[in-house]
């Protein structure tokens, strides 16, 4: 039912997950990450609960291979979830319970790990993966989208996707980005794409309005002159 892509940048300290699924609403169940911290996907037969649980271990100092040991050693019905975990360092750790549905996989590179279920083919997330480390020079976001548009260019899930989200969080205590398309009957990855092009422009003015609103550049808004 899902596909998801987790990620850091080590020029900018960044993290970033994007996630997208046949169910509704997915990024709201799956998609966990925080500043300074690290990123979690969960999702398959989804536990939300492990996002904020492998989070405040990461956030202990604690390897992602060590985290998802300390996720599996507490947590009921594991072998139902798919779960990735990514840390500010050392690799991913990844995991794919025997519950798993359908073909599954999880493809890892540097920096960065993608993860699957219910897949047309095991090569989905291994074209994730391949299309994020193809944009070494680009910005967080657009890596993440472009590995989002590979996945469903090698066949995606086994059915129509409905629902895409991603999140970015950077040096602040709340999400730079928090983009979601809760369910499309059309092209969602390509409304995905046309969101975050949208967004992108603005970002950092949304940071510094809550910042220092003093220094923002102005709303752009009908009467704001």
Known sequence: MTFSISARCTRTGMFGIAVSSSSPAVAARCAHARAGVGVVATQNITDPM????????LAQGVPAAEVLEKLRATSDFFDYRQVVILGRDGPAAGHSGTKTLGTHAIAFGADVAAAGNLLASKDVPTAMVAAFEAMPDAGLGDRLVAAMQAAVAAGGEEGPVHSVGMLLVDTVGWPV????????????MAEFAALWALWVPQMDAYVTRALDPSTAPAYGVPGDE
């Open 50 to 57: 492990l996002g904020p649980r492998g989070l405040d271990l």
């Open 177 to 188: 980005a928090d983009l979601r398309i809760d369910w499309s009957d059309g092209d969602v």
